[in-house]
C-alpha cells in the first residue's frame, strides 16, 4: 500500500531568501507591441512569503506584467532583478527552472489529456530519465514515474479532484480546469507562482474553493503568489499587499487598506468598473 | 460481464502503472499474439503472408512511425514515403557494403539514416506549423525522391536505376531475396514489429510521451511549464522517423524484393497518412486497425463481386477501393478524429457495463 497523504509535508525550496524580503524587483519596466503601450515605468516589488495582488481595469497591462515576470516577453525598457540578480535574455521554458510557474486567463490545458497527465507535465522538467530508459519502462524509469506520480497524488488530494484523476480535461466544466490548471502549476513545485484571475467565471463557492487553495499554498508550501483579480472581495481578503494598474501605469501600491482608499483607485478603477 | 472489472482493486502505483489495469484486456492481447504467431503462420497460405499479413504489418509500422509525430506530437508531415526510401536505400548500401552484417542489424542501423534525415527536415517545425509545415515536408518528399534518382550511388550505379534484394541468409535461413520463404519473412516482420510496438508504448506513456502531447495540444503552455519544444519536436521527429525508416527497410528487403524511386513517391506517403487518419489520431492500436483496413480492402474488393457472381473489372476495382478509402477519409476527419481505435475503446467500454448500463 501507498502511504496515506499528509498535505503538511509538501517540500519548499530553500532560495536562501528569507520571508518579507525582496524576491523579484521590477524597475522602470515598459513594454509595447509596436504602437501599443502595455506596459509604461512600472517599478514595483514582490517580496517572499506575501500574496500580491495586481489589479486594474480591463486591458490595464496585468496579464503583459505576468508575461514580463516570466519571461514571455522582454521589457524594451527596465530592469527585472529576481532573486538579487538582473535577469537577461531569458527563455520561456527557463522560468520553470528559476521556481516561476504560472496559470493563465483563459484556461491552458492540454485538452487532449487526463487531469493527471496533466499535472504530471508539470514535473516534465524534474523528471530526467531519457529515451532509452523510457523504451523499457520496468526499472528506472518506472521508478521514477511512481515517485513522482506520489507528489502528484499529494496535488490531486489537497485540490480534491481524486474522482477527475482519469477524465480527459476538455470534458471538465470550467471550474474544475481553472482547478486543474493550479494543480500543474503546484506540480513544478513553484517558489512564485503568477495566477492570472483564477477565480474568473466562477461561482460563490467555487470561488471560496479556490481561495483556500490559494491562502493554504501560500501558508503551508510557503509559495510566493502574484494574484490578478477583478473580485475585489478576494483581493482584500487574500492579498498582503496589492498594486494598481490603468492603462499601463502604476497609479497605487501598498495595503488593501491604503488602496482601497486611494482617490485615483477609486476613480480609475472602482468608479470605472461598476 | 465478458468484460467486468468490478473486484480488481488497485492497490500500488505500480499496479496503477501497468499496461493492462483490466485483466480482460491481457487476456485478449494473449488471444491476439497467439494468433499471430501460432494460429496464422499455420494456417496462412502464400497468397495470404504476401498479399495481406506481411503488408499489413509493415504498414502498420509505418503507420505507427507517422502517428508519433503526427498523432502524438501534432506534426504533420506529407514525407513519410521518402522517410521510408531513406531506411530502404540505407539497408541496401549496409547490405551491399558489408555483406557479412546480420540483416536485422542492417535494418536496425538503416533506421538511424532516416532518423538524422527526419532531424534536418524537422528543423522548420520549430518556426512553422500546421498547413506550412505540411508544406514543408512535402517539399523533403519531392527531393528525396529526387535524391533516389540522380544519386546513381544509392542503387549502386544499376542500369535500371532499381535496387534488388539479393539472397540474405541468418543463422543459415534465407530470409531475404528471391528465395526466401514468405512464412520465414512472416516471422520477421512480426517479430520486428512485435518489438517496436512495445517500446512505442512504453515511450508514448511515460514522460516523453505526456511532453509530446502537451506539444500537441498547447505549445504556449508546454513551454511555460518549462518543456523545451525544440527538444521535443525534434525527438519525435526522430524516433517516428527512425520508426519509419526501418518500416521502409522491411518494406523493400521483406516483401517487396525490389524498389525503383517512384515507389516511395507520394502516394506511399498518403496511403500512409490515411492509415493513421482512418486507424486513429494518438493511438498504438489504431495502426494496427487501419493497416488492416487499407491493405485488405482492395483485395477483398476484388473477391467479393466474384464470389457474388458480379462481374468487375480490375480497374473497377482500383475505383472502388479509391472511392470507399476516400468516403472514410472523410467521415474520420468529420467525425470521429480518433479513428477506428474510438470505436474499439466505446465497445471496451460499453462490454464493461455490460449487460447493466449506468
Ligand atoms: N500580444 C499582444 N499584441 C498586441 N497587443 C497586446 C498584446 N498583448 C496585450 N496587448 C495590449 O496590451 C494592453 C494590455 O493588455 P493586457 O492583456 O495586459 O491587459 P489586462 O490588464 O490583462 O486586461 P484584462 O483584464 O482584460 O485581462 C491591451 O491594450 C492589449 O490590447
Ligand atoms: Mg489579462
Redesign the pocket.
Known sequence: MNSPVNHNNFTVTQDGIADGEVLLDLRNVSLA??G?K?ITDISFDIRKGEIRAII?P????????LNVINGFYTPQQGKIIFRGKERVGMKPHQAVGQGIARTF?NVALFKGMSTLDNIMTGRSVMMKRGLGWQMLWHGPALAEEIEHRKKVEEIIDFLEIEHIRRTPVGKLPYGLQKRVELGRALAMEPSLLLLD?PMAGMNLEEKEDMSRFILDVNRQRGTTIAL?E?DMGVVMDLSDRVVV?DY?RKIADGTPEVVKSNKDVIDAYLGVAH | MLYRTAGQFKTTYEADHALFPVRQDAILLGIILVVAWVVLPLTANEFAFKALLVPVLIYTLAALGLNILTGYAGQLSLGTGAFMGVGAYACYKIITIFPEVNLLVAIAMSGFFSAAVGVAFGVPSLRIKGFYLAIATLAAQFFLVWLFEKWAWLYNYSASGAIQVPTIEMFGVVVAGPNAKAITQYYFVLAVVTVVTMLAINITRGRIGRIWKSVRDMDIAAELVGINLMKAKLSAFFVSSYIVGIAGALFVFLWRGAAEPNLFDIPLSFRVLFIVIIGGLGSILGNYLGAMLIVALPVVLSYLPGALGIPVSSSMVEHLNTMVVGALIIFFLIVEPHGLARFWAVLREKLIIWPFPH
Do not use: D, R
Not at chain 1, 480591463?58 to 506584467?65: D, H, L
Open positions: 507591441f509596436g501599443v502595455a486594474g480591463n486591458g490595464a497591462g496585468k496579464t503583459s506584467m486567463q484571475e490578478i477583478h494598474l499601463g
